[in-house]
């Protein structure tokens, strides 16, 4: 039998407000329009990405970023009310041995930026 290759893609962020975004318990909802978010995902590269496990110290390596790309185009379908809209960061990461039997068994579904940001308020005129 083959080596499995795990590699997981997935949307890392979307691009602008999305109902699917939950308000923070301050009330606002953090996202960051294709602009800022294209930003982002061209810094993390240029830093060296790294990748965690649940956002927890000490899990580094668990993965290695193979691929990451802004989606340009129409709107694509994957099924199970999942889309990838233009603009949204995907990234692509071939994970670690432990990671990949999490993946497996359904403790890892997604994928979510660390970072820091300052918050801005839109005003509406």
Known sequence: MPEEQRFLLG???RAGAHPDI???????RDYFTKAELEKAAWSFLR??????????DGTEGCATVVESSIHRGPDWDLGEGLVVKDGDWLVGCVLDEKAWQLYKAGKINGLSPQGSAKRRRIVKE
Do not use: L
């Open 11 to 13: 949307i890392a962020y």
């Open 22 to 28: 939950a308000r923070g318990v301050d009330g606002g």
């Open 47 to 56: 830093s060296g990405p790294r990748v965690n496990a649940f956002h927890v």
